[in-house]
């Protein structure tokens, strides 16, 4: 089975407009981490949010936001207030156990802003 | 900080020949991750190291890849007798040791492999 399903392989958003980007996950440890990365089309993964599966509180950076509803095992980016530049591939991935286990990723969804 | 930094960015090379790439972590890592992105696809982990000892491989890892890590800082990936299948974008990764604040892992930029 899928560890990370991301079932949006294509969504557009208006400039300014907030987006929300779907990823549920499935572990049975209690304890893992879920995170999600950008990658433009330069190639390079950027750390955008992380959400610890003890965190009482949804993470947020800046205009990144995570939707944490860990009885539906889902973890959703939220971006605020669109921006051309925020136009790339957009990747959950999930750590199981303690520690700074390898990343699980799911198969991402591309984003298009357009002006 | 400078950063992750992997050599060379892009290979060609012909079938059944062997490469080798670098990865260079930051400094105070201990934990140093390769995974394999194809076209379209998330990055899938291949095998990770804390400081020289690897910890894990995944069963993507064939007999044909193998990984070093000599002195627990930087690290090669050697694939022996490429095939077509081999062609992707091979990254790694470098992580501080576990503690609060501590559980992103910063990627370098990648080397693109091409097997022709």
């Known amino acids: 089975a899928q560890k990370i399903t991301q079932t949006q392989p294509g969504m557009f958003v208006q400039e300014k407009e907030a987006v929300t980007l779907d990823c549920t996950y499935d572990t049975s440890d209690p304890s893992y981490g879920l995170f999600w990365y950008k990658q433009p089309s330069s190639g390079e993964m950027i750390f955008l949010i992380y959400q610890g599966s003890y965190d009482q509180q949804n993470a947020t950076e800046g205009r990144y936001s995570l939707n944490f509803q860990k009885a539906r095992k889902s973890a959703n980016l939220v971006i605020s207030a669109s921006q051309l530049g925020d136009s790339a591939m957009y990747f959950c991935?999930?750590?199981?156990?303690?520690?700074?286990?390898?990343?699980?990723f799911g198969k991402g969804t591309r984003l298009s802003v357009i002006a | 900080d400078t950063g992750v930094s992997q050599d060379p960015r892009h290979k060609i090379t012909k079938r059944g020949q062997n490469v080798t790439f670098r990865c260079d972590p930051i400094s105070e890592h201990n934990r140093l991750y390769w995974y394999r992105q194809t076209l379209g696809q998330g990055p899938e982990f291949l095998t990770y190291?804390?400081?020289?000892?690897?910890l894990e491989k995944s069963r993507l890892l064939s007999d044909r890849f193998s990984a070093e890590r000599p002195k627990g800082s930087f690290s090669t990936l050697e694939i022996q007798r490429t095939e077509q299948g081999d062609s992707a974008m091979y990254l790694c990764?470098?992580?501080?040791?576990w503690g609060p604040g501590s559980y992103e892992q910063y990627f370098g930029p990648g080397t693109r492999l091409t097997v022709t």
């Open positions: 990764a470098s992580s501080r040791p």
């Open positions: 190291f804390q400081n020289e000892a690897q």
């Open positions: 991935a999930m750590r199981e156990g303690r520690g700074n286990t390898p990343l699980v």
